[in-house]
Every structure is written in C-alpha cells, then in structure tokens.
C-alpha cells in the first residue's frame, strides 16, 4: 500500500473565500459582518461571523483576538467559545469569587472545575477526561499566569483557543511559541452582565427558528426540593447545582456527574437517557471516576434504570426533574437503594425545571 500524501491535510488548513453580505437584518436586528472563518463546519464550505451591535459585557459581540494562530478561528472555535463563555458566565454568578475552567469540544463540555488559583483549577478540568479535551477549547474566569501558559503549551495538550478576561505580560510571551494557538480576550470580566438581544436563532431548510434564550433557575438550596426518604447533605446539593448548570449547557440527552468542584464524566447527544448516563460513568473512568459523585439529568426519566445503573456505580444523588408517568416508581426505587433525589423546582412549586440543549 503506497503512503498518503500529506498534501491531502492541505484542505484543513486552506481558507475559503467568502462573499457574503456585509450585514445581515431580522426585524430590527442587524448583524456586522466582523470575520471570515476559515471554512465552516467541514472544509470547502465558506463561513463568516457577524456580531450584533450594541452588544455589552462577556459575550461574542465583544472579544478580541490576540493571536490568530496559523490557522485562524474557525467556525466551530467561535461556537465553542460562546458555549463555554455562558457556562462560566453562569457558574461565576453562582460561585462568586471562584476560578473556573471549562473545557469545550464540538460545543459539548468536555472538563468543567473550580479552584482557588490558575494551574490546579485548569488542570482539575484538564484530569476530568484527557482524551476529550484533546483539541478542546479553554475558557477560563481568570488572568492567565505565565505558569499556566507553559503548561498549556506543552506538548501533547493540544489546545485549540485560549479564551479568558486577561493575560500577564509573561503569558503573551510564552503562549505565542504555539503557533497553531488562537489567543482571544474577552471583552470584559464575567462578573459584568452580558447584554444582547437575548433571542435565540436557529436556521433549517426554508425556514427560521427563534426562541428566548434559556436561563436556569436552580441556583441555591432553595430553588430545589427533596423527594427520596434519604435526605441529601450540604455538598451533595452544593454538587448538585453545580452538576445541573453543567447539564444546562451540555447536548441533550445530557447527564453530568459530578462532585462540588468538578465535574466527573458527562454523556451528552444521545437518543436514550440510560446510553447518556452509561458513557458519563464510562467517560469519568478516564479521570475522577464515578463514584461518591452526584448524578444530573436534564430531563424527567423514562424509567428507573437511571436510578439503577446510578446506585451501581457508587452515585449517591440524582438531579432532574418530575414530569414522568412512572416518577413515583423511579423515586421508589432511588430509596430502594438510598439514593437521594432533588428535584428541579422550589418546594410549592407544581412545575419542574427542564433544561434540554440543541445546537
């Protein structure tokens, strides 16, 4: 069998040239052309970024590009760093004062964790799952140090993008020495409040999708209720908060395991509830591992095989919300096998919290 020309990797790097308008208008929304993408989500297919004016805060209206890299940012980079930026947006509203890291790959999260400074907090997320977060993008809450850039370039760790609020002087001069690296600053810290439109768009053959962007409401012990005998510690809800507002921004079908600091294994985009949750505990095996953490679940469950699979793997509490036929059977069975289970809705409330993604 004679060799492949490593001419055919040419297509990966070429950019494709683009004529597309330079604005675009639904209503009284307009869109600025702002970049040219390299190509879109396959090679051969051109692609542009358009922001909206009048944009304020942490959000794709305002970043700035630091370093294009040899490659410049694609159209999936500029998605995976809006994913990433909203998740730690959230999680930084949430926990107040924290460093945190995401990871994001193919606009799925990949490693997701806080910490008190720079390196142990990116490297928390790093451990998660090494493999996914190969090629993955790196949305950090905090200046980037000179220690981290070091560790960030080397080799075999294969970041795509470094986005984050701020760089040191030091970092500027270590990171460069990867060239395939993008390097974007944010517009402004996250603790700002980002401003835009707050629609959602969603383009499919002869038509257009729009929708009110979501915002999870679970955000304290007291937007949540028990429903298990087993009453859940102080950490386990503490982890199941920051669990579920993972699974906020992770492709549904989405279970997010995890403790209070980090997250564990996640399974994301699958057709079935149980084949989610399977390849979070298969996943988390690569890192943390499963057990003792607490599981989430963006929607109700079909049947108590979750719970099952769940109490096996050494899961101690479940997430998610009511909505079921057989609820009252999959609760049954959570203290069955004492497992603790949070509901996503105030106590008094009727209404559960669902919190399904689809981009």
């Not at 517009?187 to 729009?210: C, I, M, N, Q």
């Amino acid at each position: 069998m004679s060799k492949i020309d490593k001419s055919v990797r040419a297509q990966y790097r070429t950019k494709v040239q683009e004529n597309f308008p330079e604005s675009l208008q639904w209503g009284d929304l307009k869109f600025k052309k702002w970049l040219s993408m390299r190509y879109g989500e396959n090679p051969g297919y051109p692609a542009a970024f358009y922001r909206e004016p009048g944009t304020t805060g942490p959000n794709m209206g305002t970043f700035e590009v630091l370093q294009e890299g040899t490659k410049g940012l694609s159209y999936i980079n500029i998605g995976d760093m809006d994913l990433g930026q909203r998740l730690l947006k959230k999680l930084s509203d949430i926990y107040k004062d924290r460093h945190i890291c995401a990871l994001i790959k193919h606009e799925i999260p990949s490693g997701v964790a806080m910490g008190e400074e720079p390196v142990g907090t990116f490297m928390k997320a790093w451990e998660c799952d090494p493999l996914s977060n190969f090629g993955s993008v790196a949305v950090l809450n905090f200046r980037v140090t000179e220690e981290l850039a070091h560790i960030i370039c080397e080799t075999g760790r294969n970041i795509e993008v470094v986005y984050a609020p701020d760089f040191t002087e030091e970092a500027l001069e270590v990171l460069p020495s990867r060239k395939v690296l993008r390097i974007v600053k944010m517009g402004t810290t996250l603790d700002h409040p980002s401003v835009d439109s707050g629609l959602e768009f969603k383009r499919v053959a002869g038509g257009l999708l729009v929708q009110k962007r979501f915002d999870s409401k679970i955000i304290s012990s007291e937007t949540v209720d028990v429903v298990s005998k087993r009453k859940p510690t102080p950490q386990e809800i503490r982890a199941a908060i920051f669990c579920w507002n993972v699974a906020c921004f992770t492709r549904s079908n989405a279970i997010v395991i995890g403790q209070q600091d980090k997250v564990h294994g996640i399974g994301s985009g699958q057709r079935s509830r149980i084949d989610a949750a399977d390849d979070a505990i298969r996943f988390s095996r690569r890192g943390y591992g499963p057990h003792g953490c607490v599981m989430a679940s963006d929607a109700f469950m079909p049947f108590p095989d979750v719970v099952e699979l769940a109490a096996a793997n050494g899961i101690t509490t479940i997430i998610y919300p009511l909505g079921s036929i057989r609820d009252q059977e999959i609760i049954d069975k959570a203290d069955e096998y004492d497992v603790a289970m949070i509901i996503t809705k105030r106590p008094g409330d009727v209404d559960s919290e669902r919190c399904f993604l689809h981009r």
